[in-house]
Each structure stands twice: as C-alpha cells, then as structure tokens.
C-alpha cells in the first residue's frame, strides 16, 4: 500500500463513519468509560466497539498521550484506546503525527502491528483509536526484569535470550514490510517494540514519515516533540532533511545495544550533548560495556550503528537474517565484512 493510499484509508475511516446519533450512543458509554475519555464521537466503528467495552485501567498517561486497556465484555478480547495529550493536541504538527499514526496502522497489514478497529475524536477535538492489544513487556520492561548478563547468558546455553533476540529479529522484518510500503517509523526506541507471547510487535507510529525512493519526502527536518533523541541516526540528530531508510537500521541497532548492555549508546545531561554524542558516533561498543557480550552480537550492533548510512545494513531484512544467525549459529556477514571502526572488534577474544 502506497502512502497516499494509506491517507486515503484513514480519509475513508474518518469521514465515512459519521452517524447523526451519535450523541445518543455517547450517552450510554458515560458511566462505563473512565474520565479522559467518557465521550467519543465521529466514528461508528469505534462507538460501536466501545459500547461493549468493560474493565477499563490506565496503561500509560503522559504529556504526549493517554493509553488504556480496555475489554470486550462479550468475548474476553482486550483492546487499547490511545487518546492524544491534552497539551500536544495544542500544536497542529503534533495532531499531524497522531493522525498519521492512526493511518498507518489502517494501512500496515501484519502481524506484527495491531490491527486498528475504529477513529474518532473526543469533544475537545483530541484524535483517539482503538487497536488490539497486544500482552507482553516492551523491550524495555523486559531487560529490566533480565537484569545484567551475568557471565555471558547470550550463549547457546540461555534460551530465554535467544528467543528474544528472535522476537527482536521479527520486528526487524516489521519495519522493513513498512519500508516496502513507504514508511519510515523515525523513532524506533525499546519502549515501542513487545515481545508477545509468540511473535514480536512494534508500535507507536505516530513520528512515520512517507518515503520516496531511499528518502522521506519533503523539507521538514526529523526532529519533533516524540522523537527519543538517544537512539536516533546521526542523519536525524543533525536535522538533516535527506532521512534515508537506513535511519530505522540506526535505531533498530541502537535497541538491540539497549538489549545487550542494558543502557542506551549514549548518556548525555543535555539534549544537545546528547545530540553530538550521536552525530560524532562517541559511544563504547556493547562489549567495551560488557566483555561477556559475544563477539558477533557486538559485530552486528556496531554495524546496524554505523554513523555513515552507507556502512550499515542495507535494510531491516539483512539485520533480522543476521540475528537469526547468530540465534542458529549460522556464519555471519558481519563477522566477514570490513567495514568502518567496529572491525576492530574482531581482535578482541571471545569465547563465543
């Protein structure tokens, strides 16, 4: 799908779906919704979904949004309702992120993105959806329950780190099936990717740029109140308005960092130290953080972090085929290239 046919489906979701009574059906969903989004309007499928919804709880609620866990009383299905931040809704550029998130999960049809099931808005004019929800710790929640390596788990010997490597892996394919449709996610980071029971998820669309040919369109640099500034491509940090696909290998290589070390690459006080850490590409390698860290997981993240675009994995599908390599101890390019600094690593003893 296309990005104009994708604005065309979240048009089609918007518009189309406008009752005359909806008030009427705002009514009976007030003592059963929570405050923040007690009234609903504009979209007849979520109304319609909403009417069933029971057990509403807080998921998460911050200045950019408000999300909750809802579940359909009828069949035990759990949804998610994310509403824009009252604050955000304020700046129309900010509006225009969240809409295009809605679009794109409307136009992503995989697995590995929950599936939306209806648009509205509040009276306010906040844009809200509801989508599937997905069980399962963000990458983030999960390394904090895994704690330190401890003496090298990412062996053949610790299953639980190889199947997580392999759900990471999955969502390297997410974003590239986004790429093959014109999307560039811009802010991948481990509190939007899950690991679910049996395959990995990636969320939070909400800073995707359409992309023509390897570039996003338009003039507009990268940067934007969402973004999470340590694990954003040197391309990025610099406001450059050239993004390339390779930035979302960027980010994917500076999550699998956070999983191996269990910190971001870099550790600033200040954004803009933060920003010149990452466009100078000043940051330890995983295994000068942790030696434990075998020495082709180190190969594949220094060269997913690669500060020139061109040194990096072509796409998302050569990263994930790397991962799962190294999770079937299969031989790996990036034990056998010879590119830029991170070769050195190669010198270093491993007992992997």
Known sequence: MTATNTTDTFEFLWQTTRQRNEARQIAALLPRIPRGVQAIGSSQLACQLLLELDQWEVLADDPASTVYQATDARTGRDFAVK???????????????????????????????????????????????????????????????????????????????????????????????????????????????????????????????????????????????????????????????????????????????????????????????????VCRGDFPSPRQVDGDIPLALDAICRKAMATAPVNRFANPMELASEIEAWANQSPLQALTDRWGDWFVALSTPTNV
């Open 83 to 277: 509403c824009l931040g009252q604050r955000l809704a304020r700046r129309p550029e900010c509006v225009r992120l969240f809409e295009a998130e809605m679009a794109t999960c409307a136009g992503l049809s995989h697995p590995g993105v929950p599936q939306l099931q209806g648009v509205g808005r509040l009276p306010d004019g906040r844009p809200f959806f509801v989508m599937d929800f997905v069980h399962g710790p963000t990458i983030a929640q999960w390394r904090q329950a895994v704690g330190g390596l401890k003496r090298s788990p990412l062996t053949s010997q610790d299953e639980g780190w190889h199947d997580a490597l392999r759900k990471f892996a999955q969502c390297c394919r997410v974003v590239a099936h986004a790429h093959a449709r014109g999307m560039l996610h811009a802010d991948l980071n481990p509190a939007n990717l899950i690991l679910g029971a049996e395959r990995g998820y990636v969320l939070d669309w909400g800073a995707v740029r359409p992309v023509k040919g390897q570039h996003a369109w338009g003039h507009e640099p990268l940067q934007h109140p969402l973004a999470t500034p340590a694990y954003m491509s040197p391309e990025q940090a610099t406001g450059s308005a050239n993004v390339g696909l390779s930035a979302d290998v960027y980010g994917l290589g500076a999550i699998l960092y956070f999983m191996l070390t269990g910190r971001p690459p870099v550790q600033g006080q200040r954004l803009p130290e933060v920003r010149d850490l």
